[in-house]
């Protein structure tokens, strides 16, 4: 039973490209989350899924960002029109209705 | 609750001892908690859980103590080792919510 998927592991931009994060929640999990990291920070909440339902989004930024979690497919991150300022790692984990989330590895952005 | 920036608070503990490792959470309607270990570069960790109906829990090495009245948990590792070197976060729950993740502890191991 793999663990929690998230690729690409690096992803490099220039300012003003698009940035798409993937994540493929372990097997029967129907939750996922999104958290951002900046160095030496703690995992700051962005937004938390459901198959097809987005039900908390208090974290992510009202602009430029959006997330998705398919009925088929991973959850995706969507960052449009990057700055230097979307440079952190993003984490995804999933989750039983009630249980241990359990996090991929990260998505390390860095925008040039 | 919410990372607000700050720097790490960090703790150095001599190999062999024991380490305790503090969080205090923000809802007292939170009724789940986990802790988790971030080594550098990679993603946390699951370490421990407890639910609000228990006030101590035991895995291999670690233990979990939860005082609801206060709003705190912490995380003792016993005979910690050089493996042990990492960020602990912990994390609380409301069911049906996202977690909330604590600031952080950077625990030091020195051989």
């Known amino acids: 039973n793999a663990g929690v998927m998230q690729n690409p592991r690096h992803l490099v931009r220039r300012r003003g490209q698009e940035a798409r994060l993937r994540c493929s929640p372990m097997k029967g999990h129907s939750h996922v989350y999104w958290y951002r990291q900046l160095p030496e920070e703690g995992l700051k909440f962005m937004v938390y899924l459901q198959k097809e339902n987005i039900i908390d989004e208090s974290g992510m930024p009202k602009e430029r960002f959006s997330a998705e979690f398919p009925k088929e497919g991973p959850s995706i991150l969507r960052i449009q029109q990057v700055v230097r300022g979307d440079s952190a790692a993003y984490f995804c984990?999933?989750?039983?209705?009630?249980?241990?989330?359990?996090f991929g590895q990260g998505t390390r952005l860095t925008v040039v | 609750g919410e990372s607000v920036g700050l720097h790490l608070p960090t703790l150095s503990v001599q190999e062999g001892d024991n380490s305790i490792i503090n969080c205090a959470y923000s809802?007292?309607?939170?009724?789940?908690f986990i802790w988790y270990k971030q080594e550098s570069g990679k993603g946390p960790q699951f370490i421990i859980d407890i639910r609000s109906n228990m006030d101590k829990r035991q895995g291999q090495r670690v233990t979990v103590l939860l005082n609801k009245t206060v709003k705190h948990l912490s995380l003792q590792i016993a005979a910690t080792q050089p493996g042990d070197s990492a960020v602990y976060f912990c994390?609380?729950?409301?069911?049906?919510?996202?977690?909330?993740f604590g600031t952080g502890t950077s625990l030091t191991v020195i051989p």
């Open positions: 809802n007292s309607a939170s009724d789940y």
């Open positions: 984990a999933s989750s039983l209705f009630q249980g241990v989330a359990f």
């Open positions: 994390a609380e729950n409301i069911e049906g919510n996202q977690f909330y």
